[in-house]
């Protein structure tokens, strides 16, 4: 089945607001230390996790913060060198692998998701679509990912509707990590340089009821526009 869609970076401003938006204390100090942003220095070692998550998305929101000029200076170089179009290894694979835009060196407590903008929307051709060859874009993790590194897909399987890339976030295609080692409550290392390959989107063929195939196949262009207004979980709003 040949599918009528092709993969693209959402724009350098959507990337920055996603990454501003899902950058958390917790999982970024080490990324920040390395690229020369000195967070300790303007949060305590000592505050409270809590203290230290508050006080970054204070310096978040303000405009005139140097750290947050330093912030996107770094979602800027992440965007332009390491968020890279999908593609499959080889002919026969079945996925095309999404690879980390940044760093993700932290521990992480048990059941606690990390979100990560992967900067990469998938773009149909709406009007190319019939009831004979409707089709979605699923996003699986890689077997390295659950074996490897004991982490799972917080949603078990990410659903990329064709009409997801006309939201107002651009169709930037989120990918959740939840650690699944919860042995005695005990926090999971992660570790993931930038460029690493760590999630899979394949396209499947996708039934519908037989009432609704009329009304699917006497649709206008018209009717493939302002399906959707929203971003994740925005289906139906």
């Known amino acids: 089945m040949v599918i009528h869609a092709h993969f693209e970076k959402v724009s350098e401003e959507q990337y920055i607001n996603d990454r501003l938006n899902t950058i958390v204390f917790q999982s970024c100090r080490e990324y920040l230390i390395n690229h020369g942003i000195f967070i300790d220095e303007i949060v305590p070692g000592y505050a ?4 230290k998550e508050d006080k970054l998305n204070l310096i978040k929101n303000q405009s005139d913060s140097n750290l947050r000029a330093q912030l996107i200076q770094l979602f800027v170089n992440e965007y332009r060198n390491n968020v890279k179009i999908p593609k499959r290894e080889n002919m026969f694979c079945l996925g095309y692998d999404f690879v980390i835009p940044f760093d993700l060196e932290c521990l992480v407590q048990p059941l606690t998701p990390m ?3 992967t900067g990469i929307r998938c773009v149909y051709d709406l009007n190319a679509f019939n009831a004979e060859n409707f089709s979605g874009l699923f996003v699986f993790d890689r077997s390295s990912t659950g074996i490897k590194k004991n982490l799972v897909l917080s949603n078990g399987t990410g659903v990329i509707e064709p009409d997801y890339f006309a939201g107002n976030n651009e169709g930037d ?15 999971l290392r992660v570790d993931y340089k930038a460029g690493d390959r760590f999630a899979q989107g394949v396209f499947l063929p996708v039934g519908m009821l037989e009432s609704e195939v009329q009304d699917f196949e006497m649709r206008t262009p018209a009717d493939n526009e302002g399906l959707r207004t929203g971003g994740m979980g925005s289906t139906g709003r």
Not at 48 to 51: H, L
Not at 173 to 187: A, D, E, R
């Open 115 to 117: 979100n990560i903008p």
């Open 48 to 51: 409270s996790v809590q203290d």
């Open 173 to 187: 295609i989120f990918v959740s990590l939840t650690p699944n080692n919860n042995k005695n409550g005990t926090s």
